[in-house]
């Protein structure tokens, strides 16, 4: 008769050899499953271990019973074979998902590595602008100082020159009343010499001397007059052409004023947009760092991606 205790043996190790069978059989279908994926289920394998347990208790039950142990053994093969079926399958869709995502993780890193290559090509041709349009505002400054300066000399000249015209519109003011007092000193000459022709005429041949030199009086009176006259329209005339002068200066002077404070607003505004365009170039040195920083930091990106699908193969 065989001994109960050898039949528990036996049954035992077939107990446990079948379900090894199985899994190596649904490993064998699965053997595309990535190492860590397998390391994964091989926290499964305790089912065989639970199974085992319930065999050697059911053996105790059934006092070595071999057909009803092996009844009530079946379904937990069965069960187990499932598991690993379903736990292979999980596995291998896992693994699917998990290279997908790690292709749309390295295309992501490229796009990234790119958007940043060329956001640093991009910040590198702005600050190259900035550059340009900073020494082109700081020449156009220099230019518009000088021009500032050159305006101001001007404006000073033109001031002396309208005092000097306000000062010769003074003379000639004074210069007519002048040739007014010579005016009338010649028309009372000239009623002098009037009144000593008469008189040398009354006198007869004893004023008749007198009479010629009276004559020549009232002629050279009469001259000076008219010569006081003509140099009185002359300085009339200088006087106008002066005031004129003087009008046209100070209108000169206004648009000098306004031409300057023009030139002034153009300076300060020249020194805003330079240091506008300095801000602009720290901010695109900024940014192209930051464009060089995210580039690497998408190469070691791709890089660990690329390693780690190799680990998965």
């Not at 499964?44 to 059911?58: C, D, F, N, Q």
């Not at 940014?287 to 193969?313: F, H, M, P, V, W």
Request: proline content about 1%.
């Amino acid at each position: 008769m065989v001994n109960p205790s050898s039949l528990i043996i036996s049954f035992l190790t077939i107990g446990i050899l079948i379900p090894v069978i199985i899994l190596g059989y649904f490993f064998y279908l699965g053997r595309n499953v990535k190492i860590i994926d397998f390391k994964v289920a091989a926290g499964y394998w305790s089912t065989i271990g639970l199974i085992a347990t319930l065999v050697v208790i059911i053996s105790d039950i059934f006092e070595g019973n071999i057909f009803a142990m092996i009844f009530l053994m079946l379904p937990g093969f069965l069960v187990s074979a499932t598991i690993c079926q379903v736990i292979l399958k999980n596995l291998k869709r896992n693994r699917i998902g998990f290279e997908n995502a790690l292709e749309v993780g390295r295309n992501t890193s490229l796009n990234v590595a790119n958007m940043a290559t060329e956001l640093a090509a991009s910040a590198s041709e702005v600050n190259a602008n900035a550059s340009e349009v900073s020494a082109t505002t700081q020449e156009v400054n220099e230019e518009t100082q000088d021009q500032v300066k050159k305006l101001t000399e001007i404006n000073k000249a033109a001031s002396k020159i309208n005092i000097l015209a306000g000062k010769v519109k003074n003379s000639s003011d004074d210069i007519r009343k002048i040739m007014d007092l010579i005016t009338n000193i010649a028309e009372q000459t000239n009623l002098l010499a009037l009144n000593a022709s008469i008189e040398a005429g009354r006198a007869g041949d004893h004023g008749r001397g007198f009479a010629v030199v009276a004559d020549e009086v009232r002629k050279l009176a009469e001259e000076s007059k008219n010569t006081t006259n003509n140099s009185r329209i002359k300085i009339l005339e200088i006087v106008q052409l002066i005031e004129e002068t003087g009008l046209q200066i100070k209108n000169i002077t206004s648009d000098i004023r306004g031409a300057l404070m023009a030139g002034e607003h153009t300076a300060a505004a020249m020194e805003m947009i330079n240091s506008s365009t300095e801000e602009q170039t720290a901010s695109m040195e900024e940014i192209n760092a930051t464009a060089s920083r995210l580039g690497e930091l998408s190469e070691k990106l791709r890089d660990a991606l690329t390693i780690q699908k190799k680990i998965t193969k």
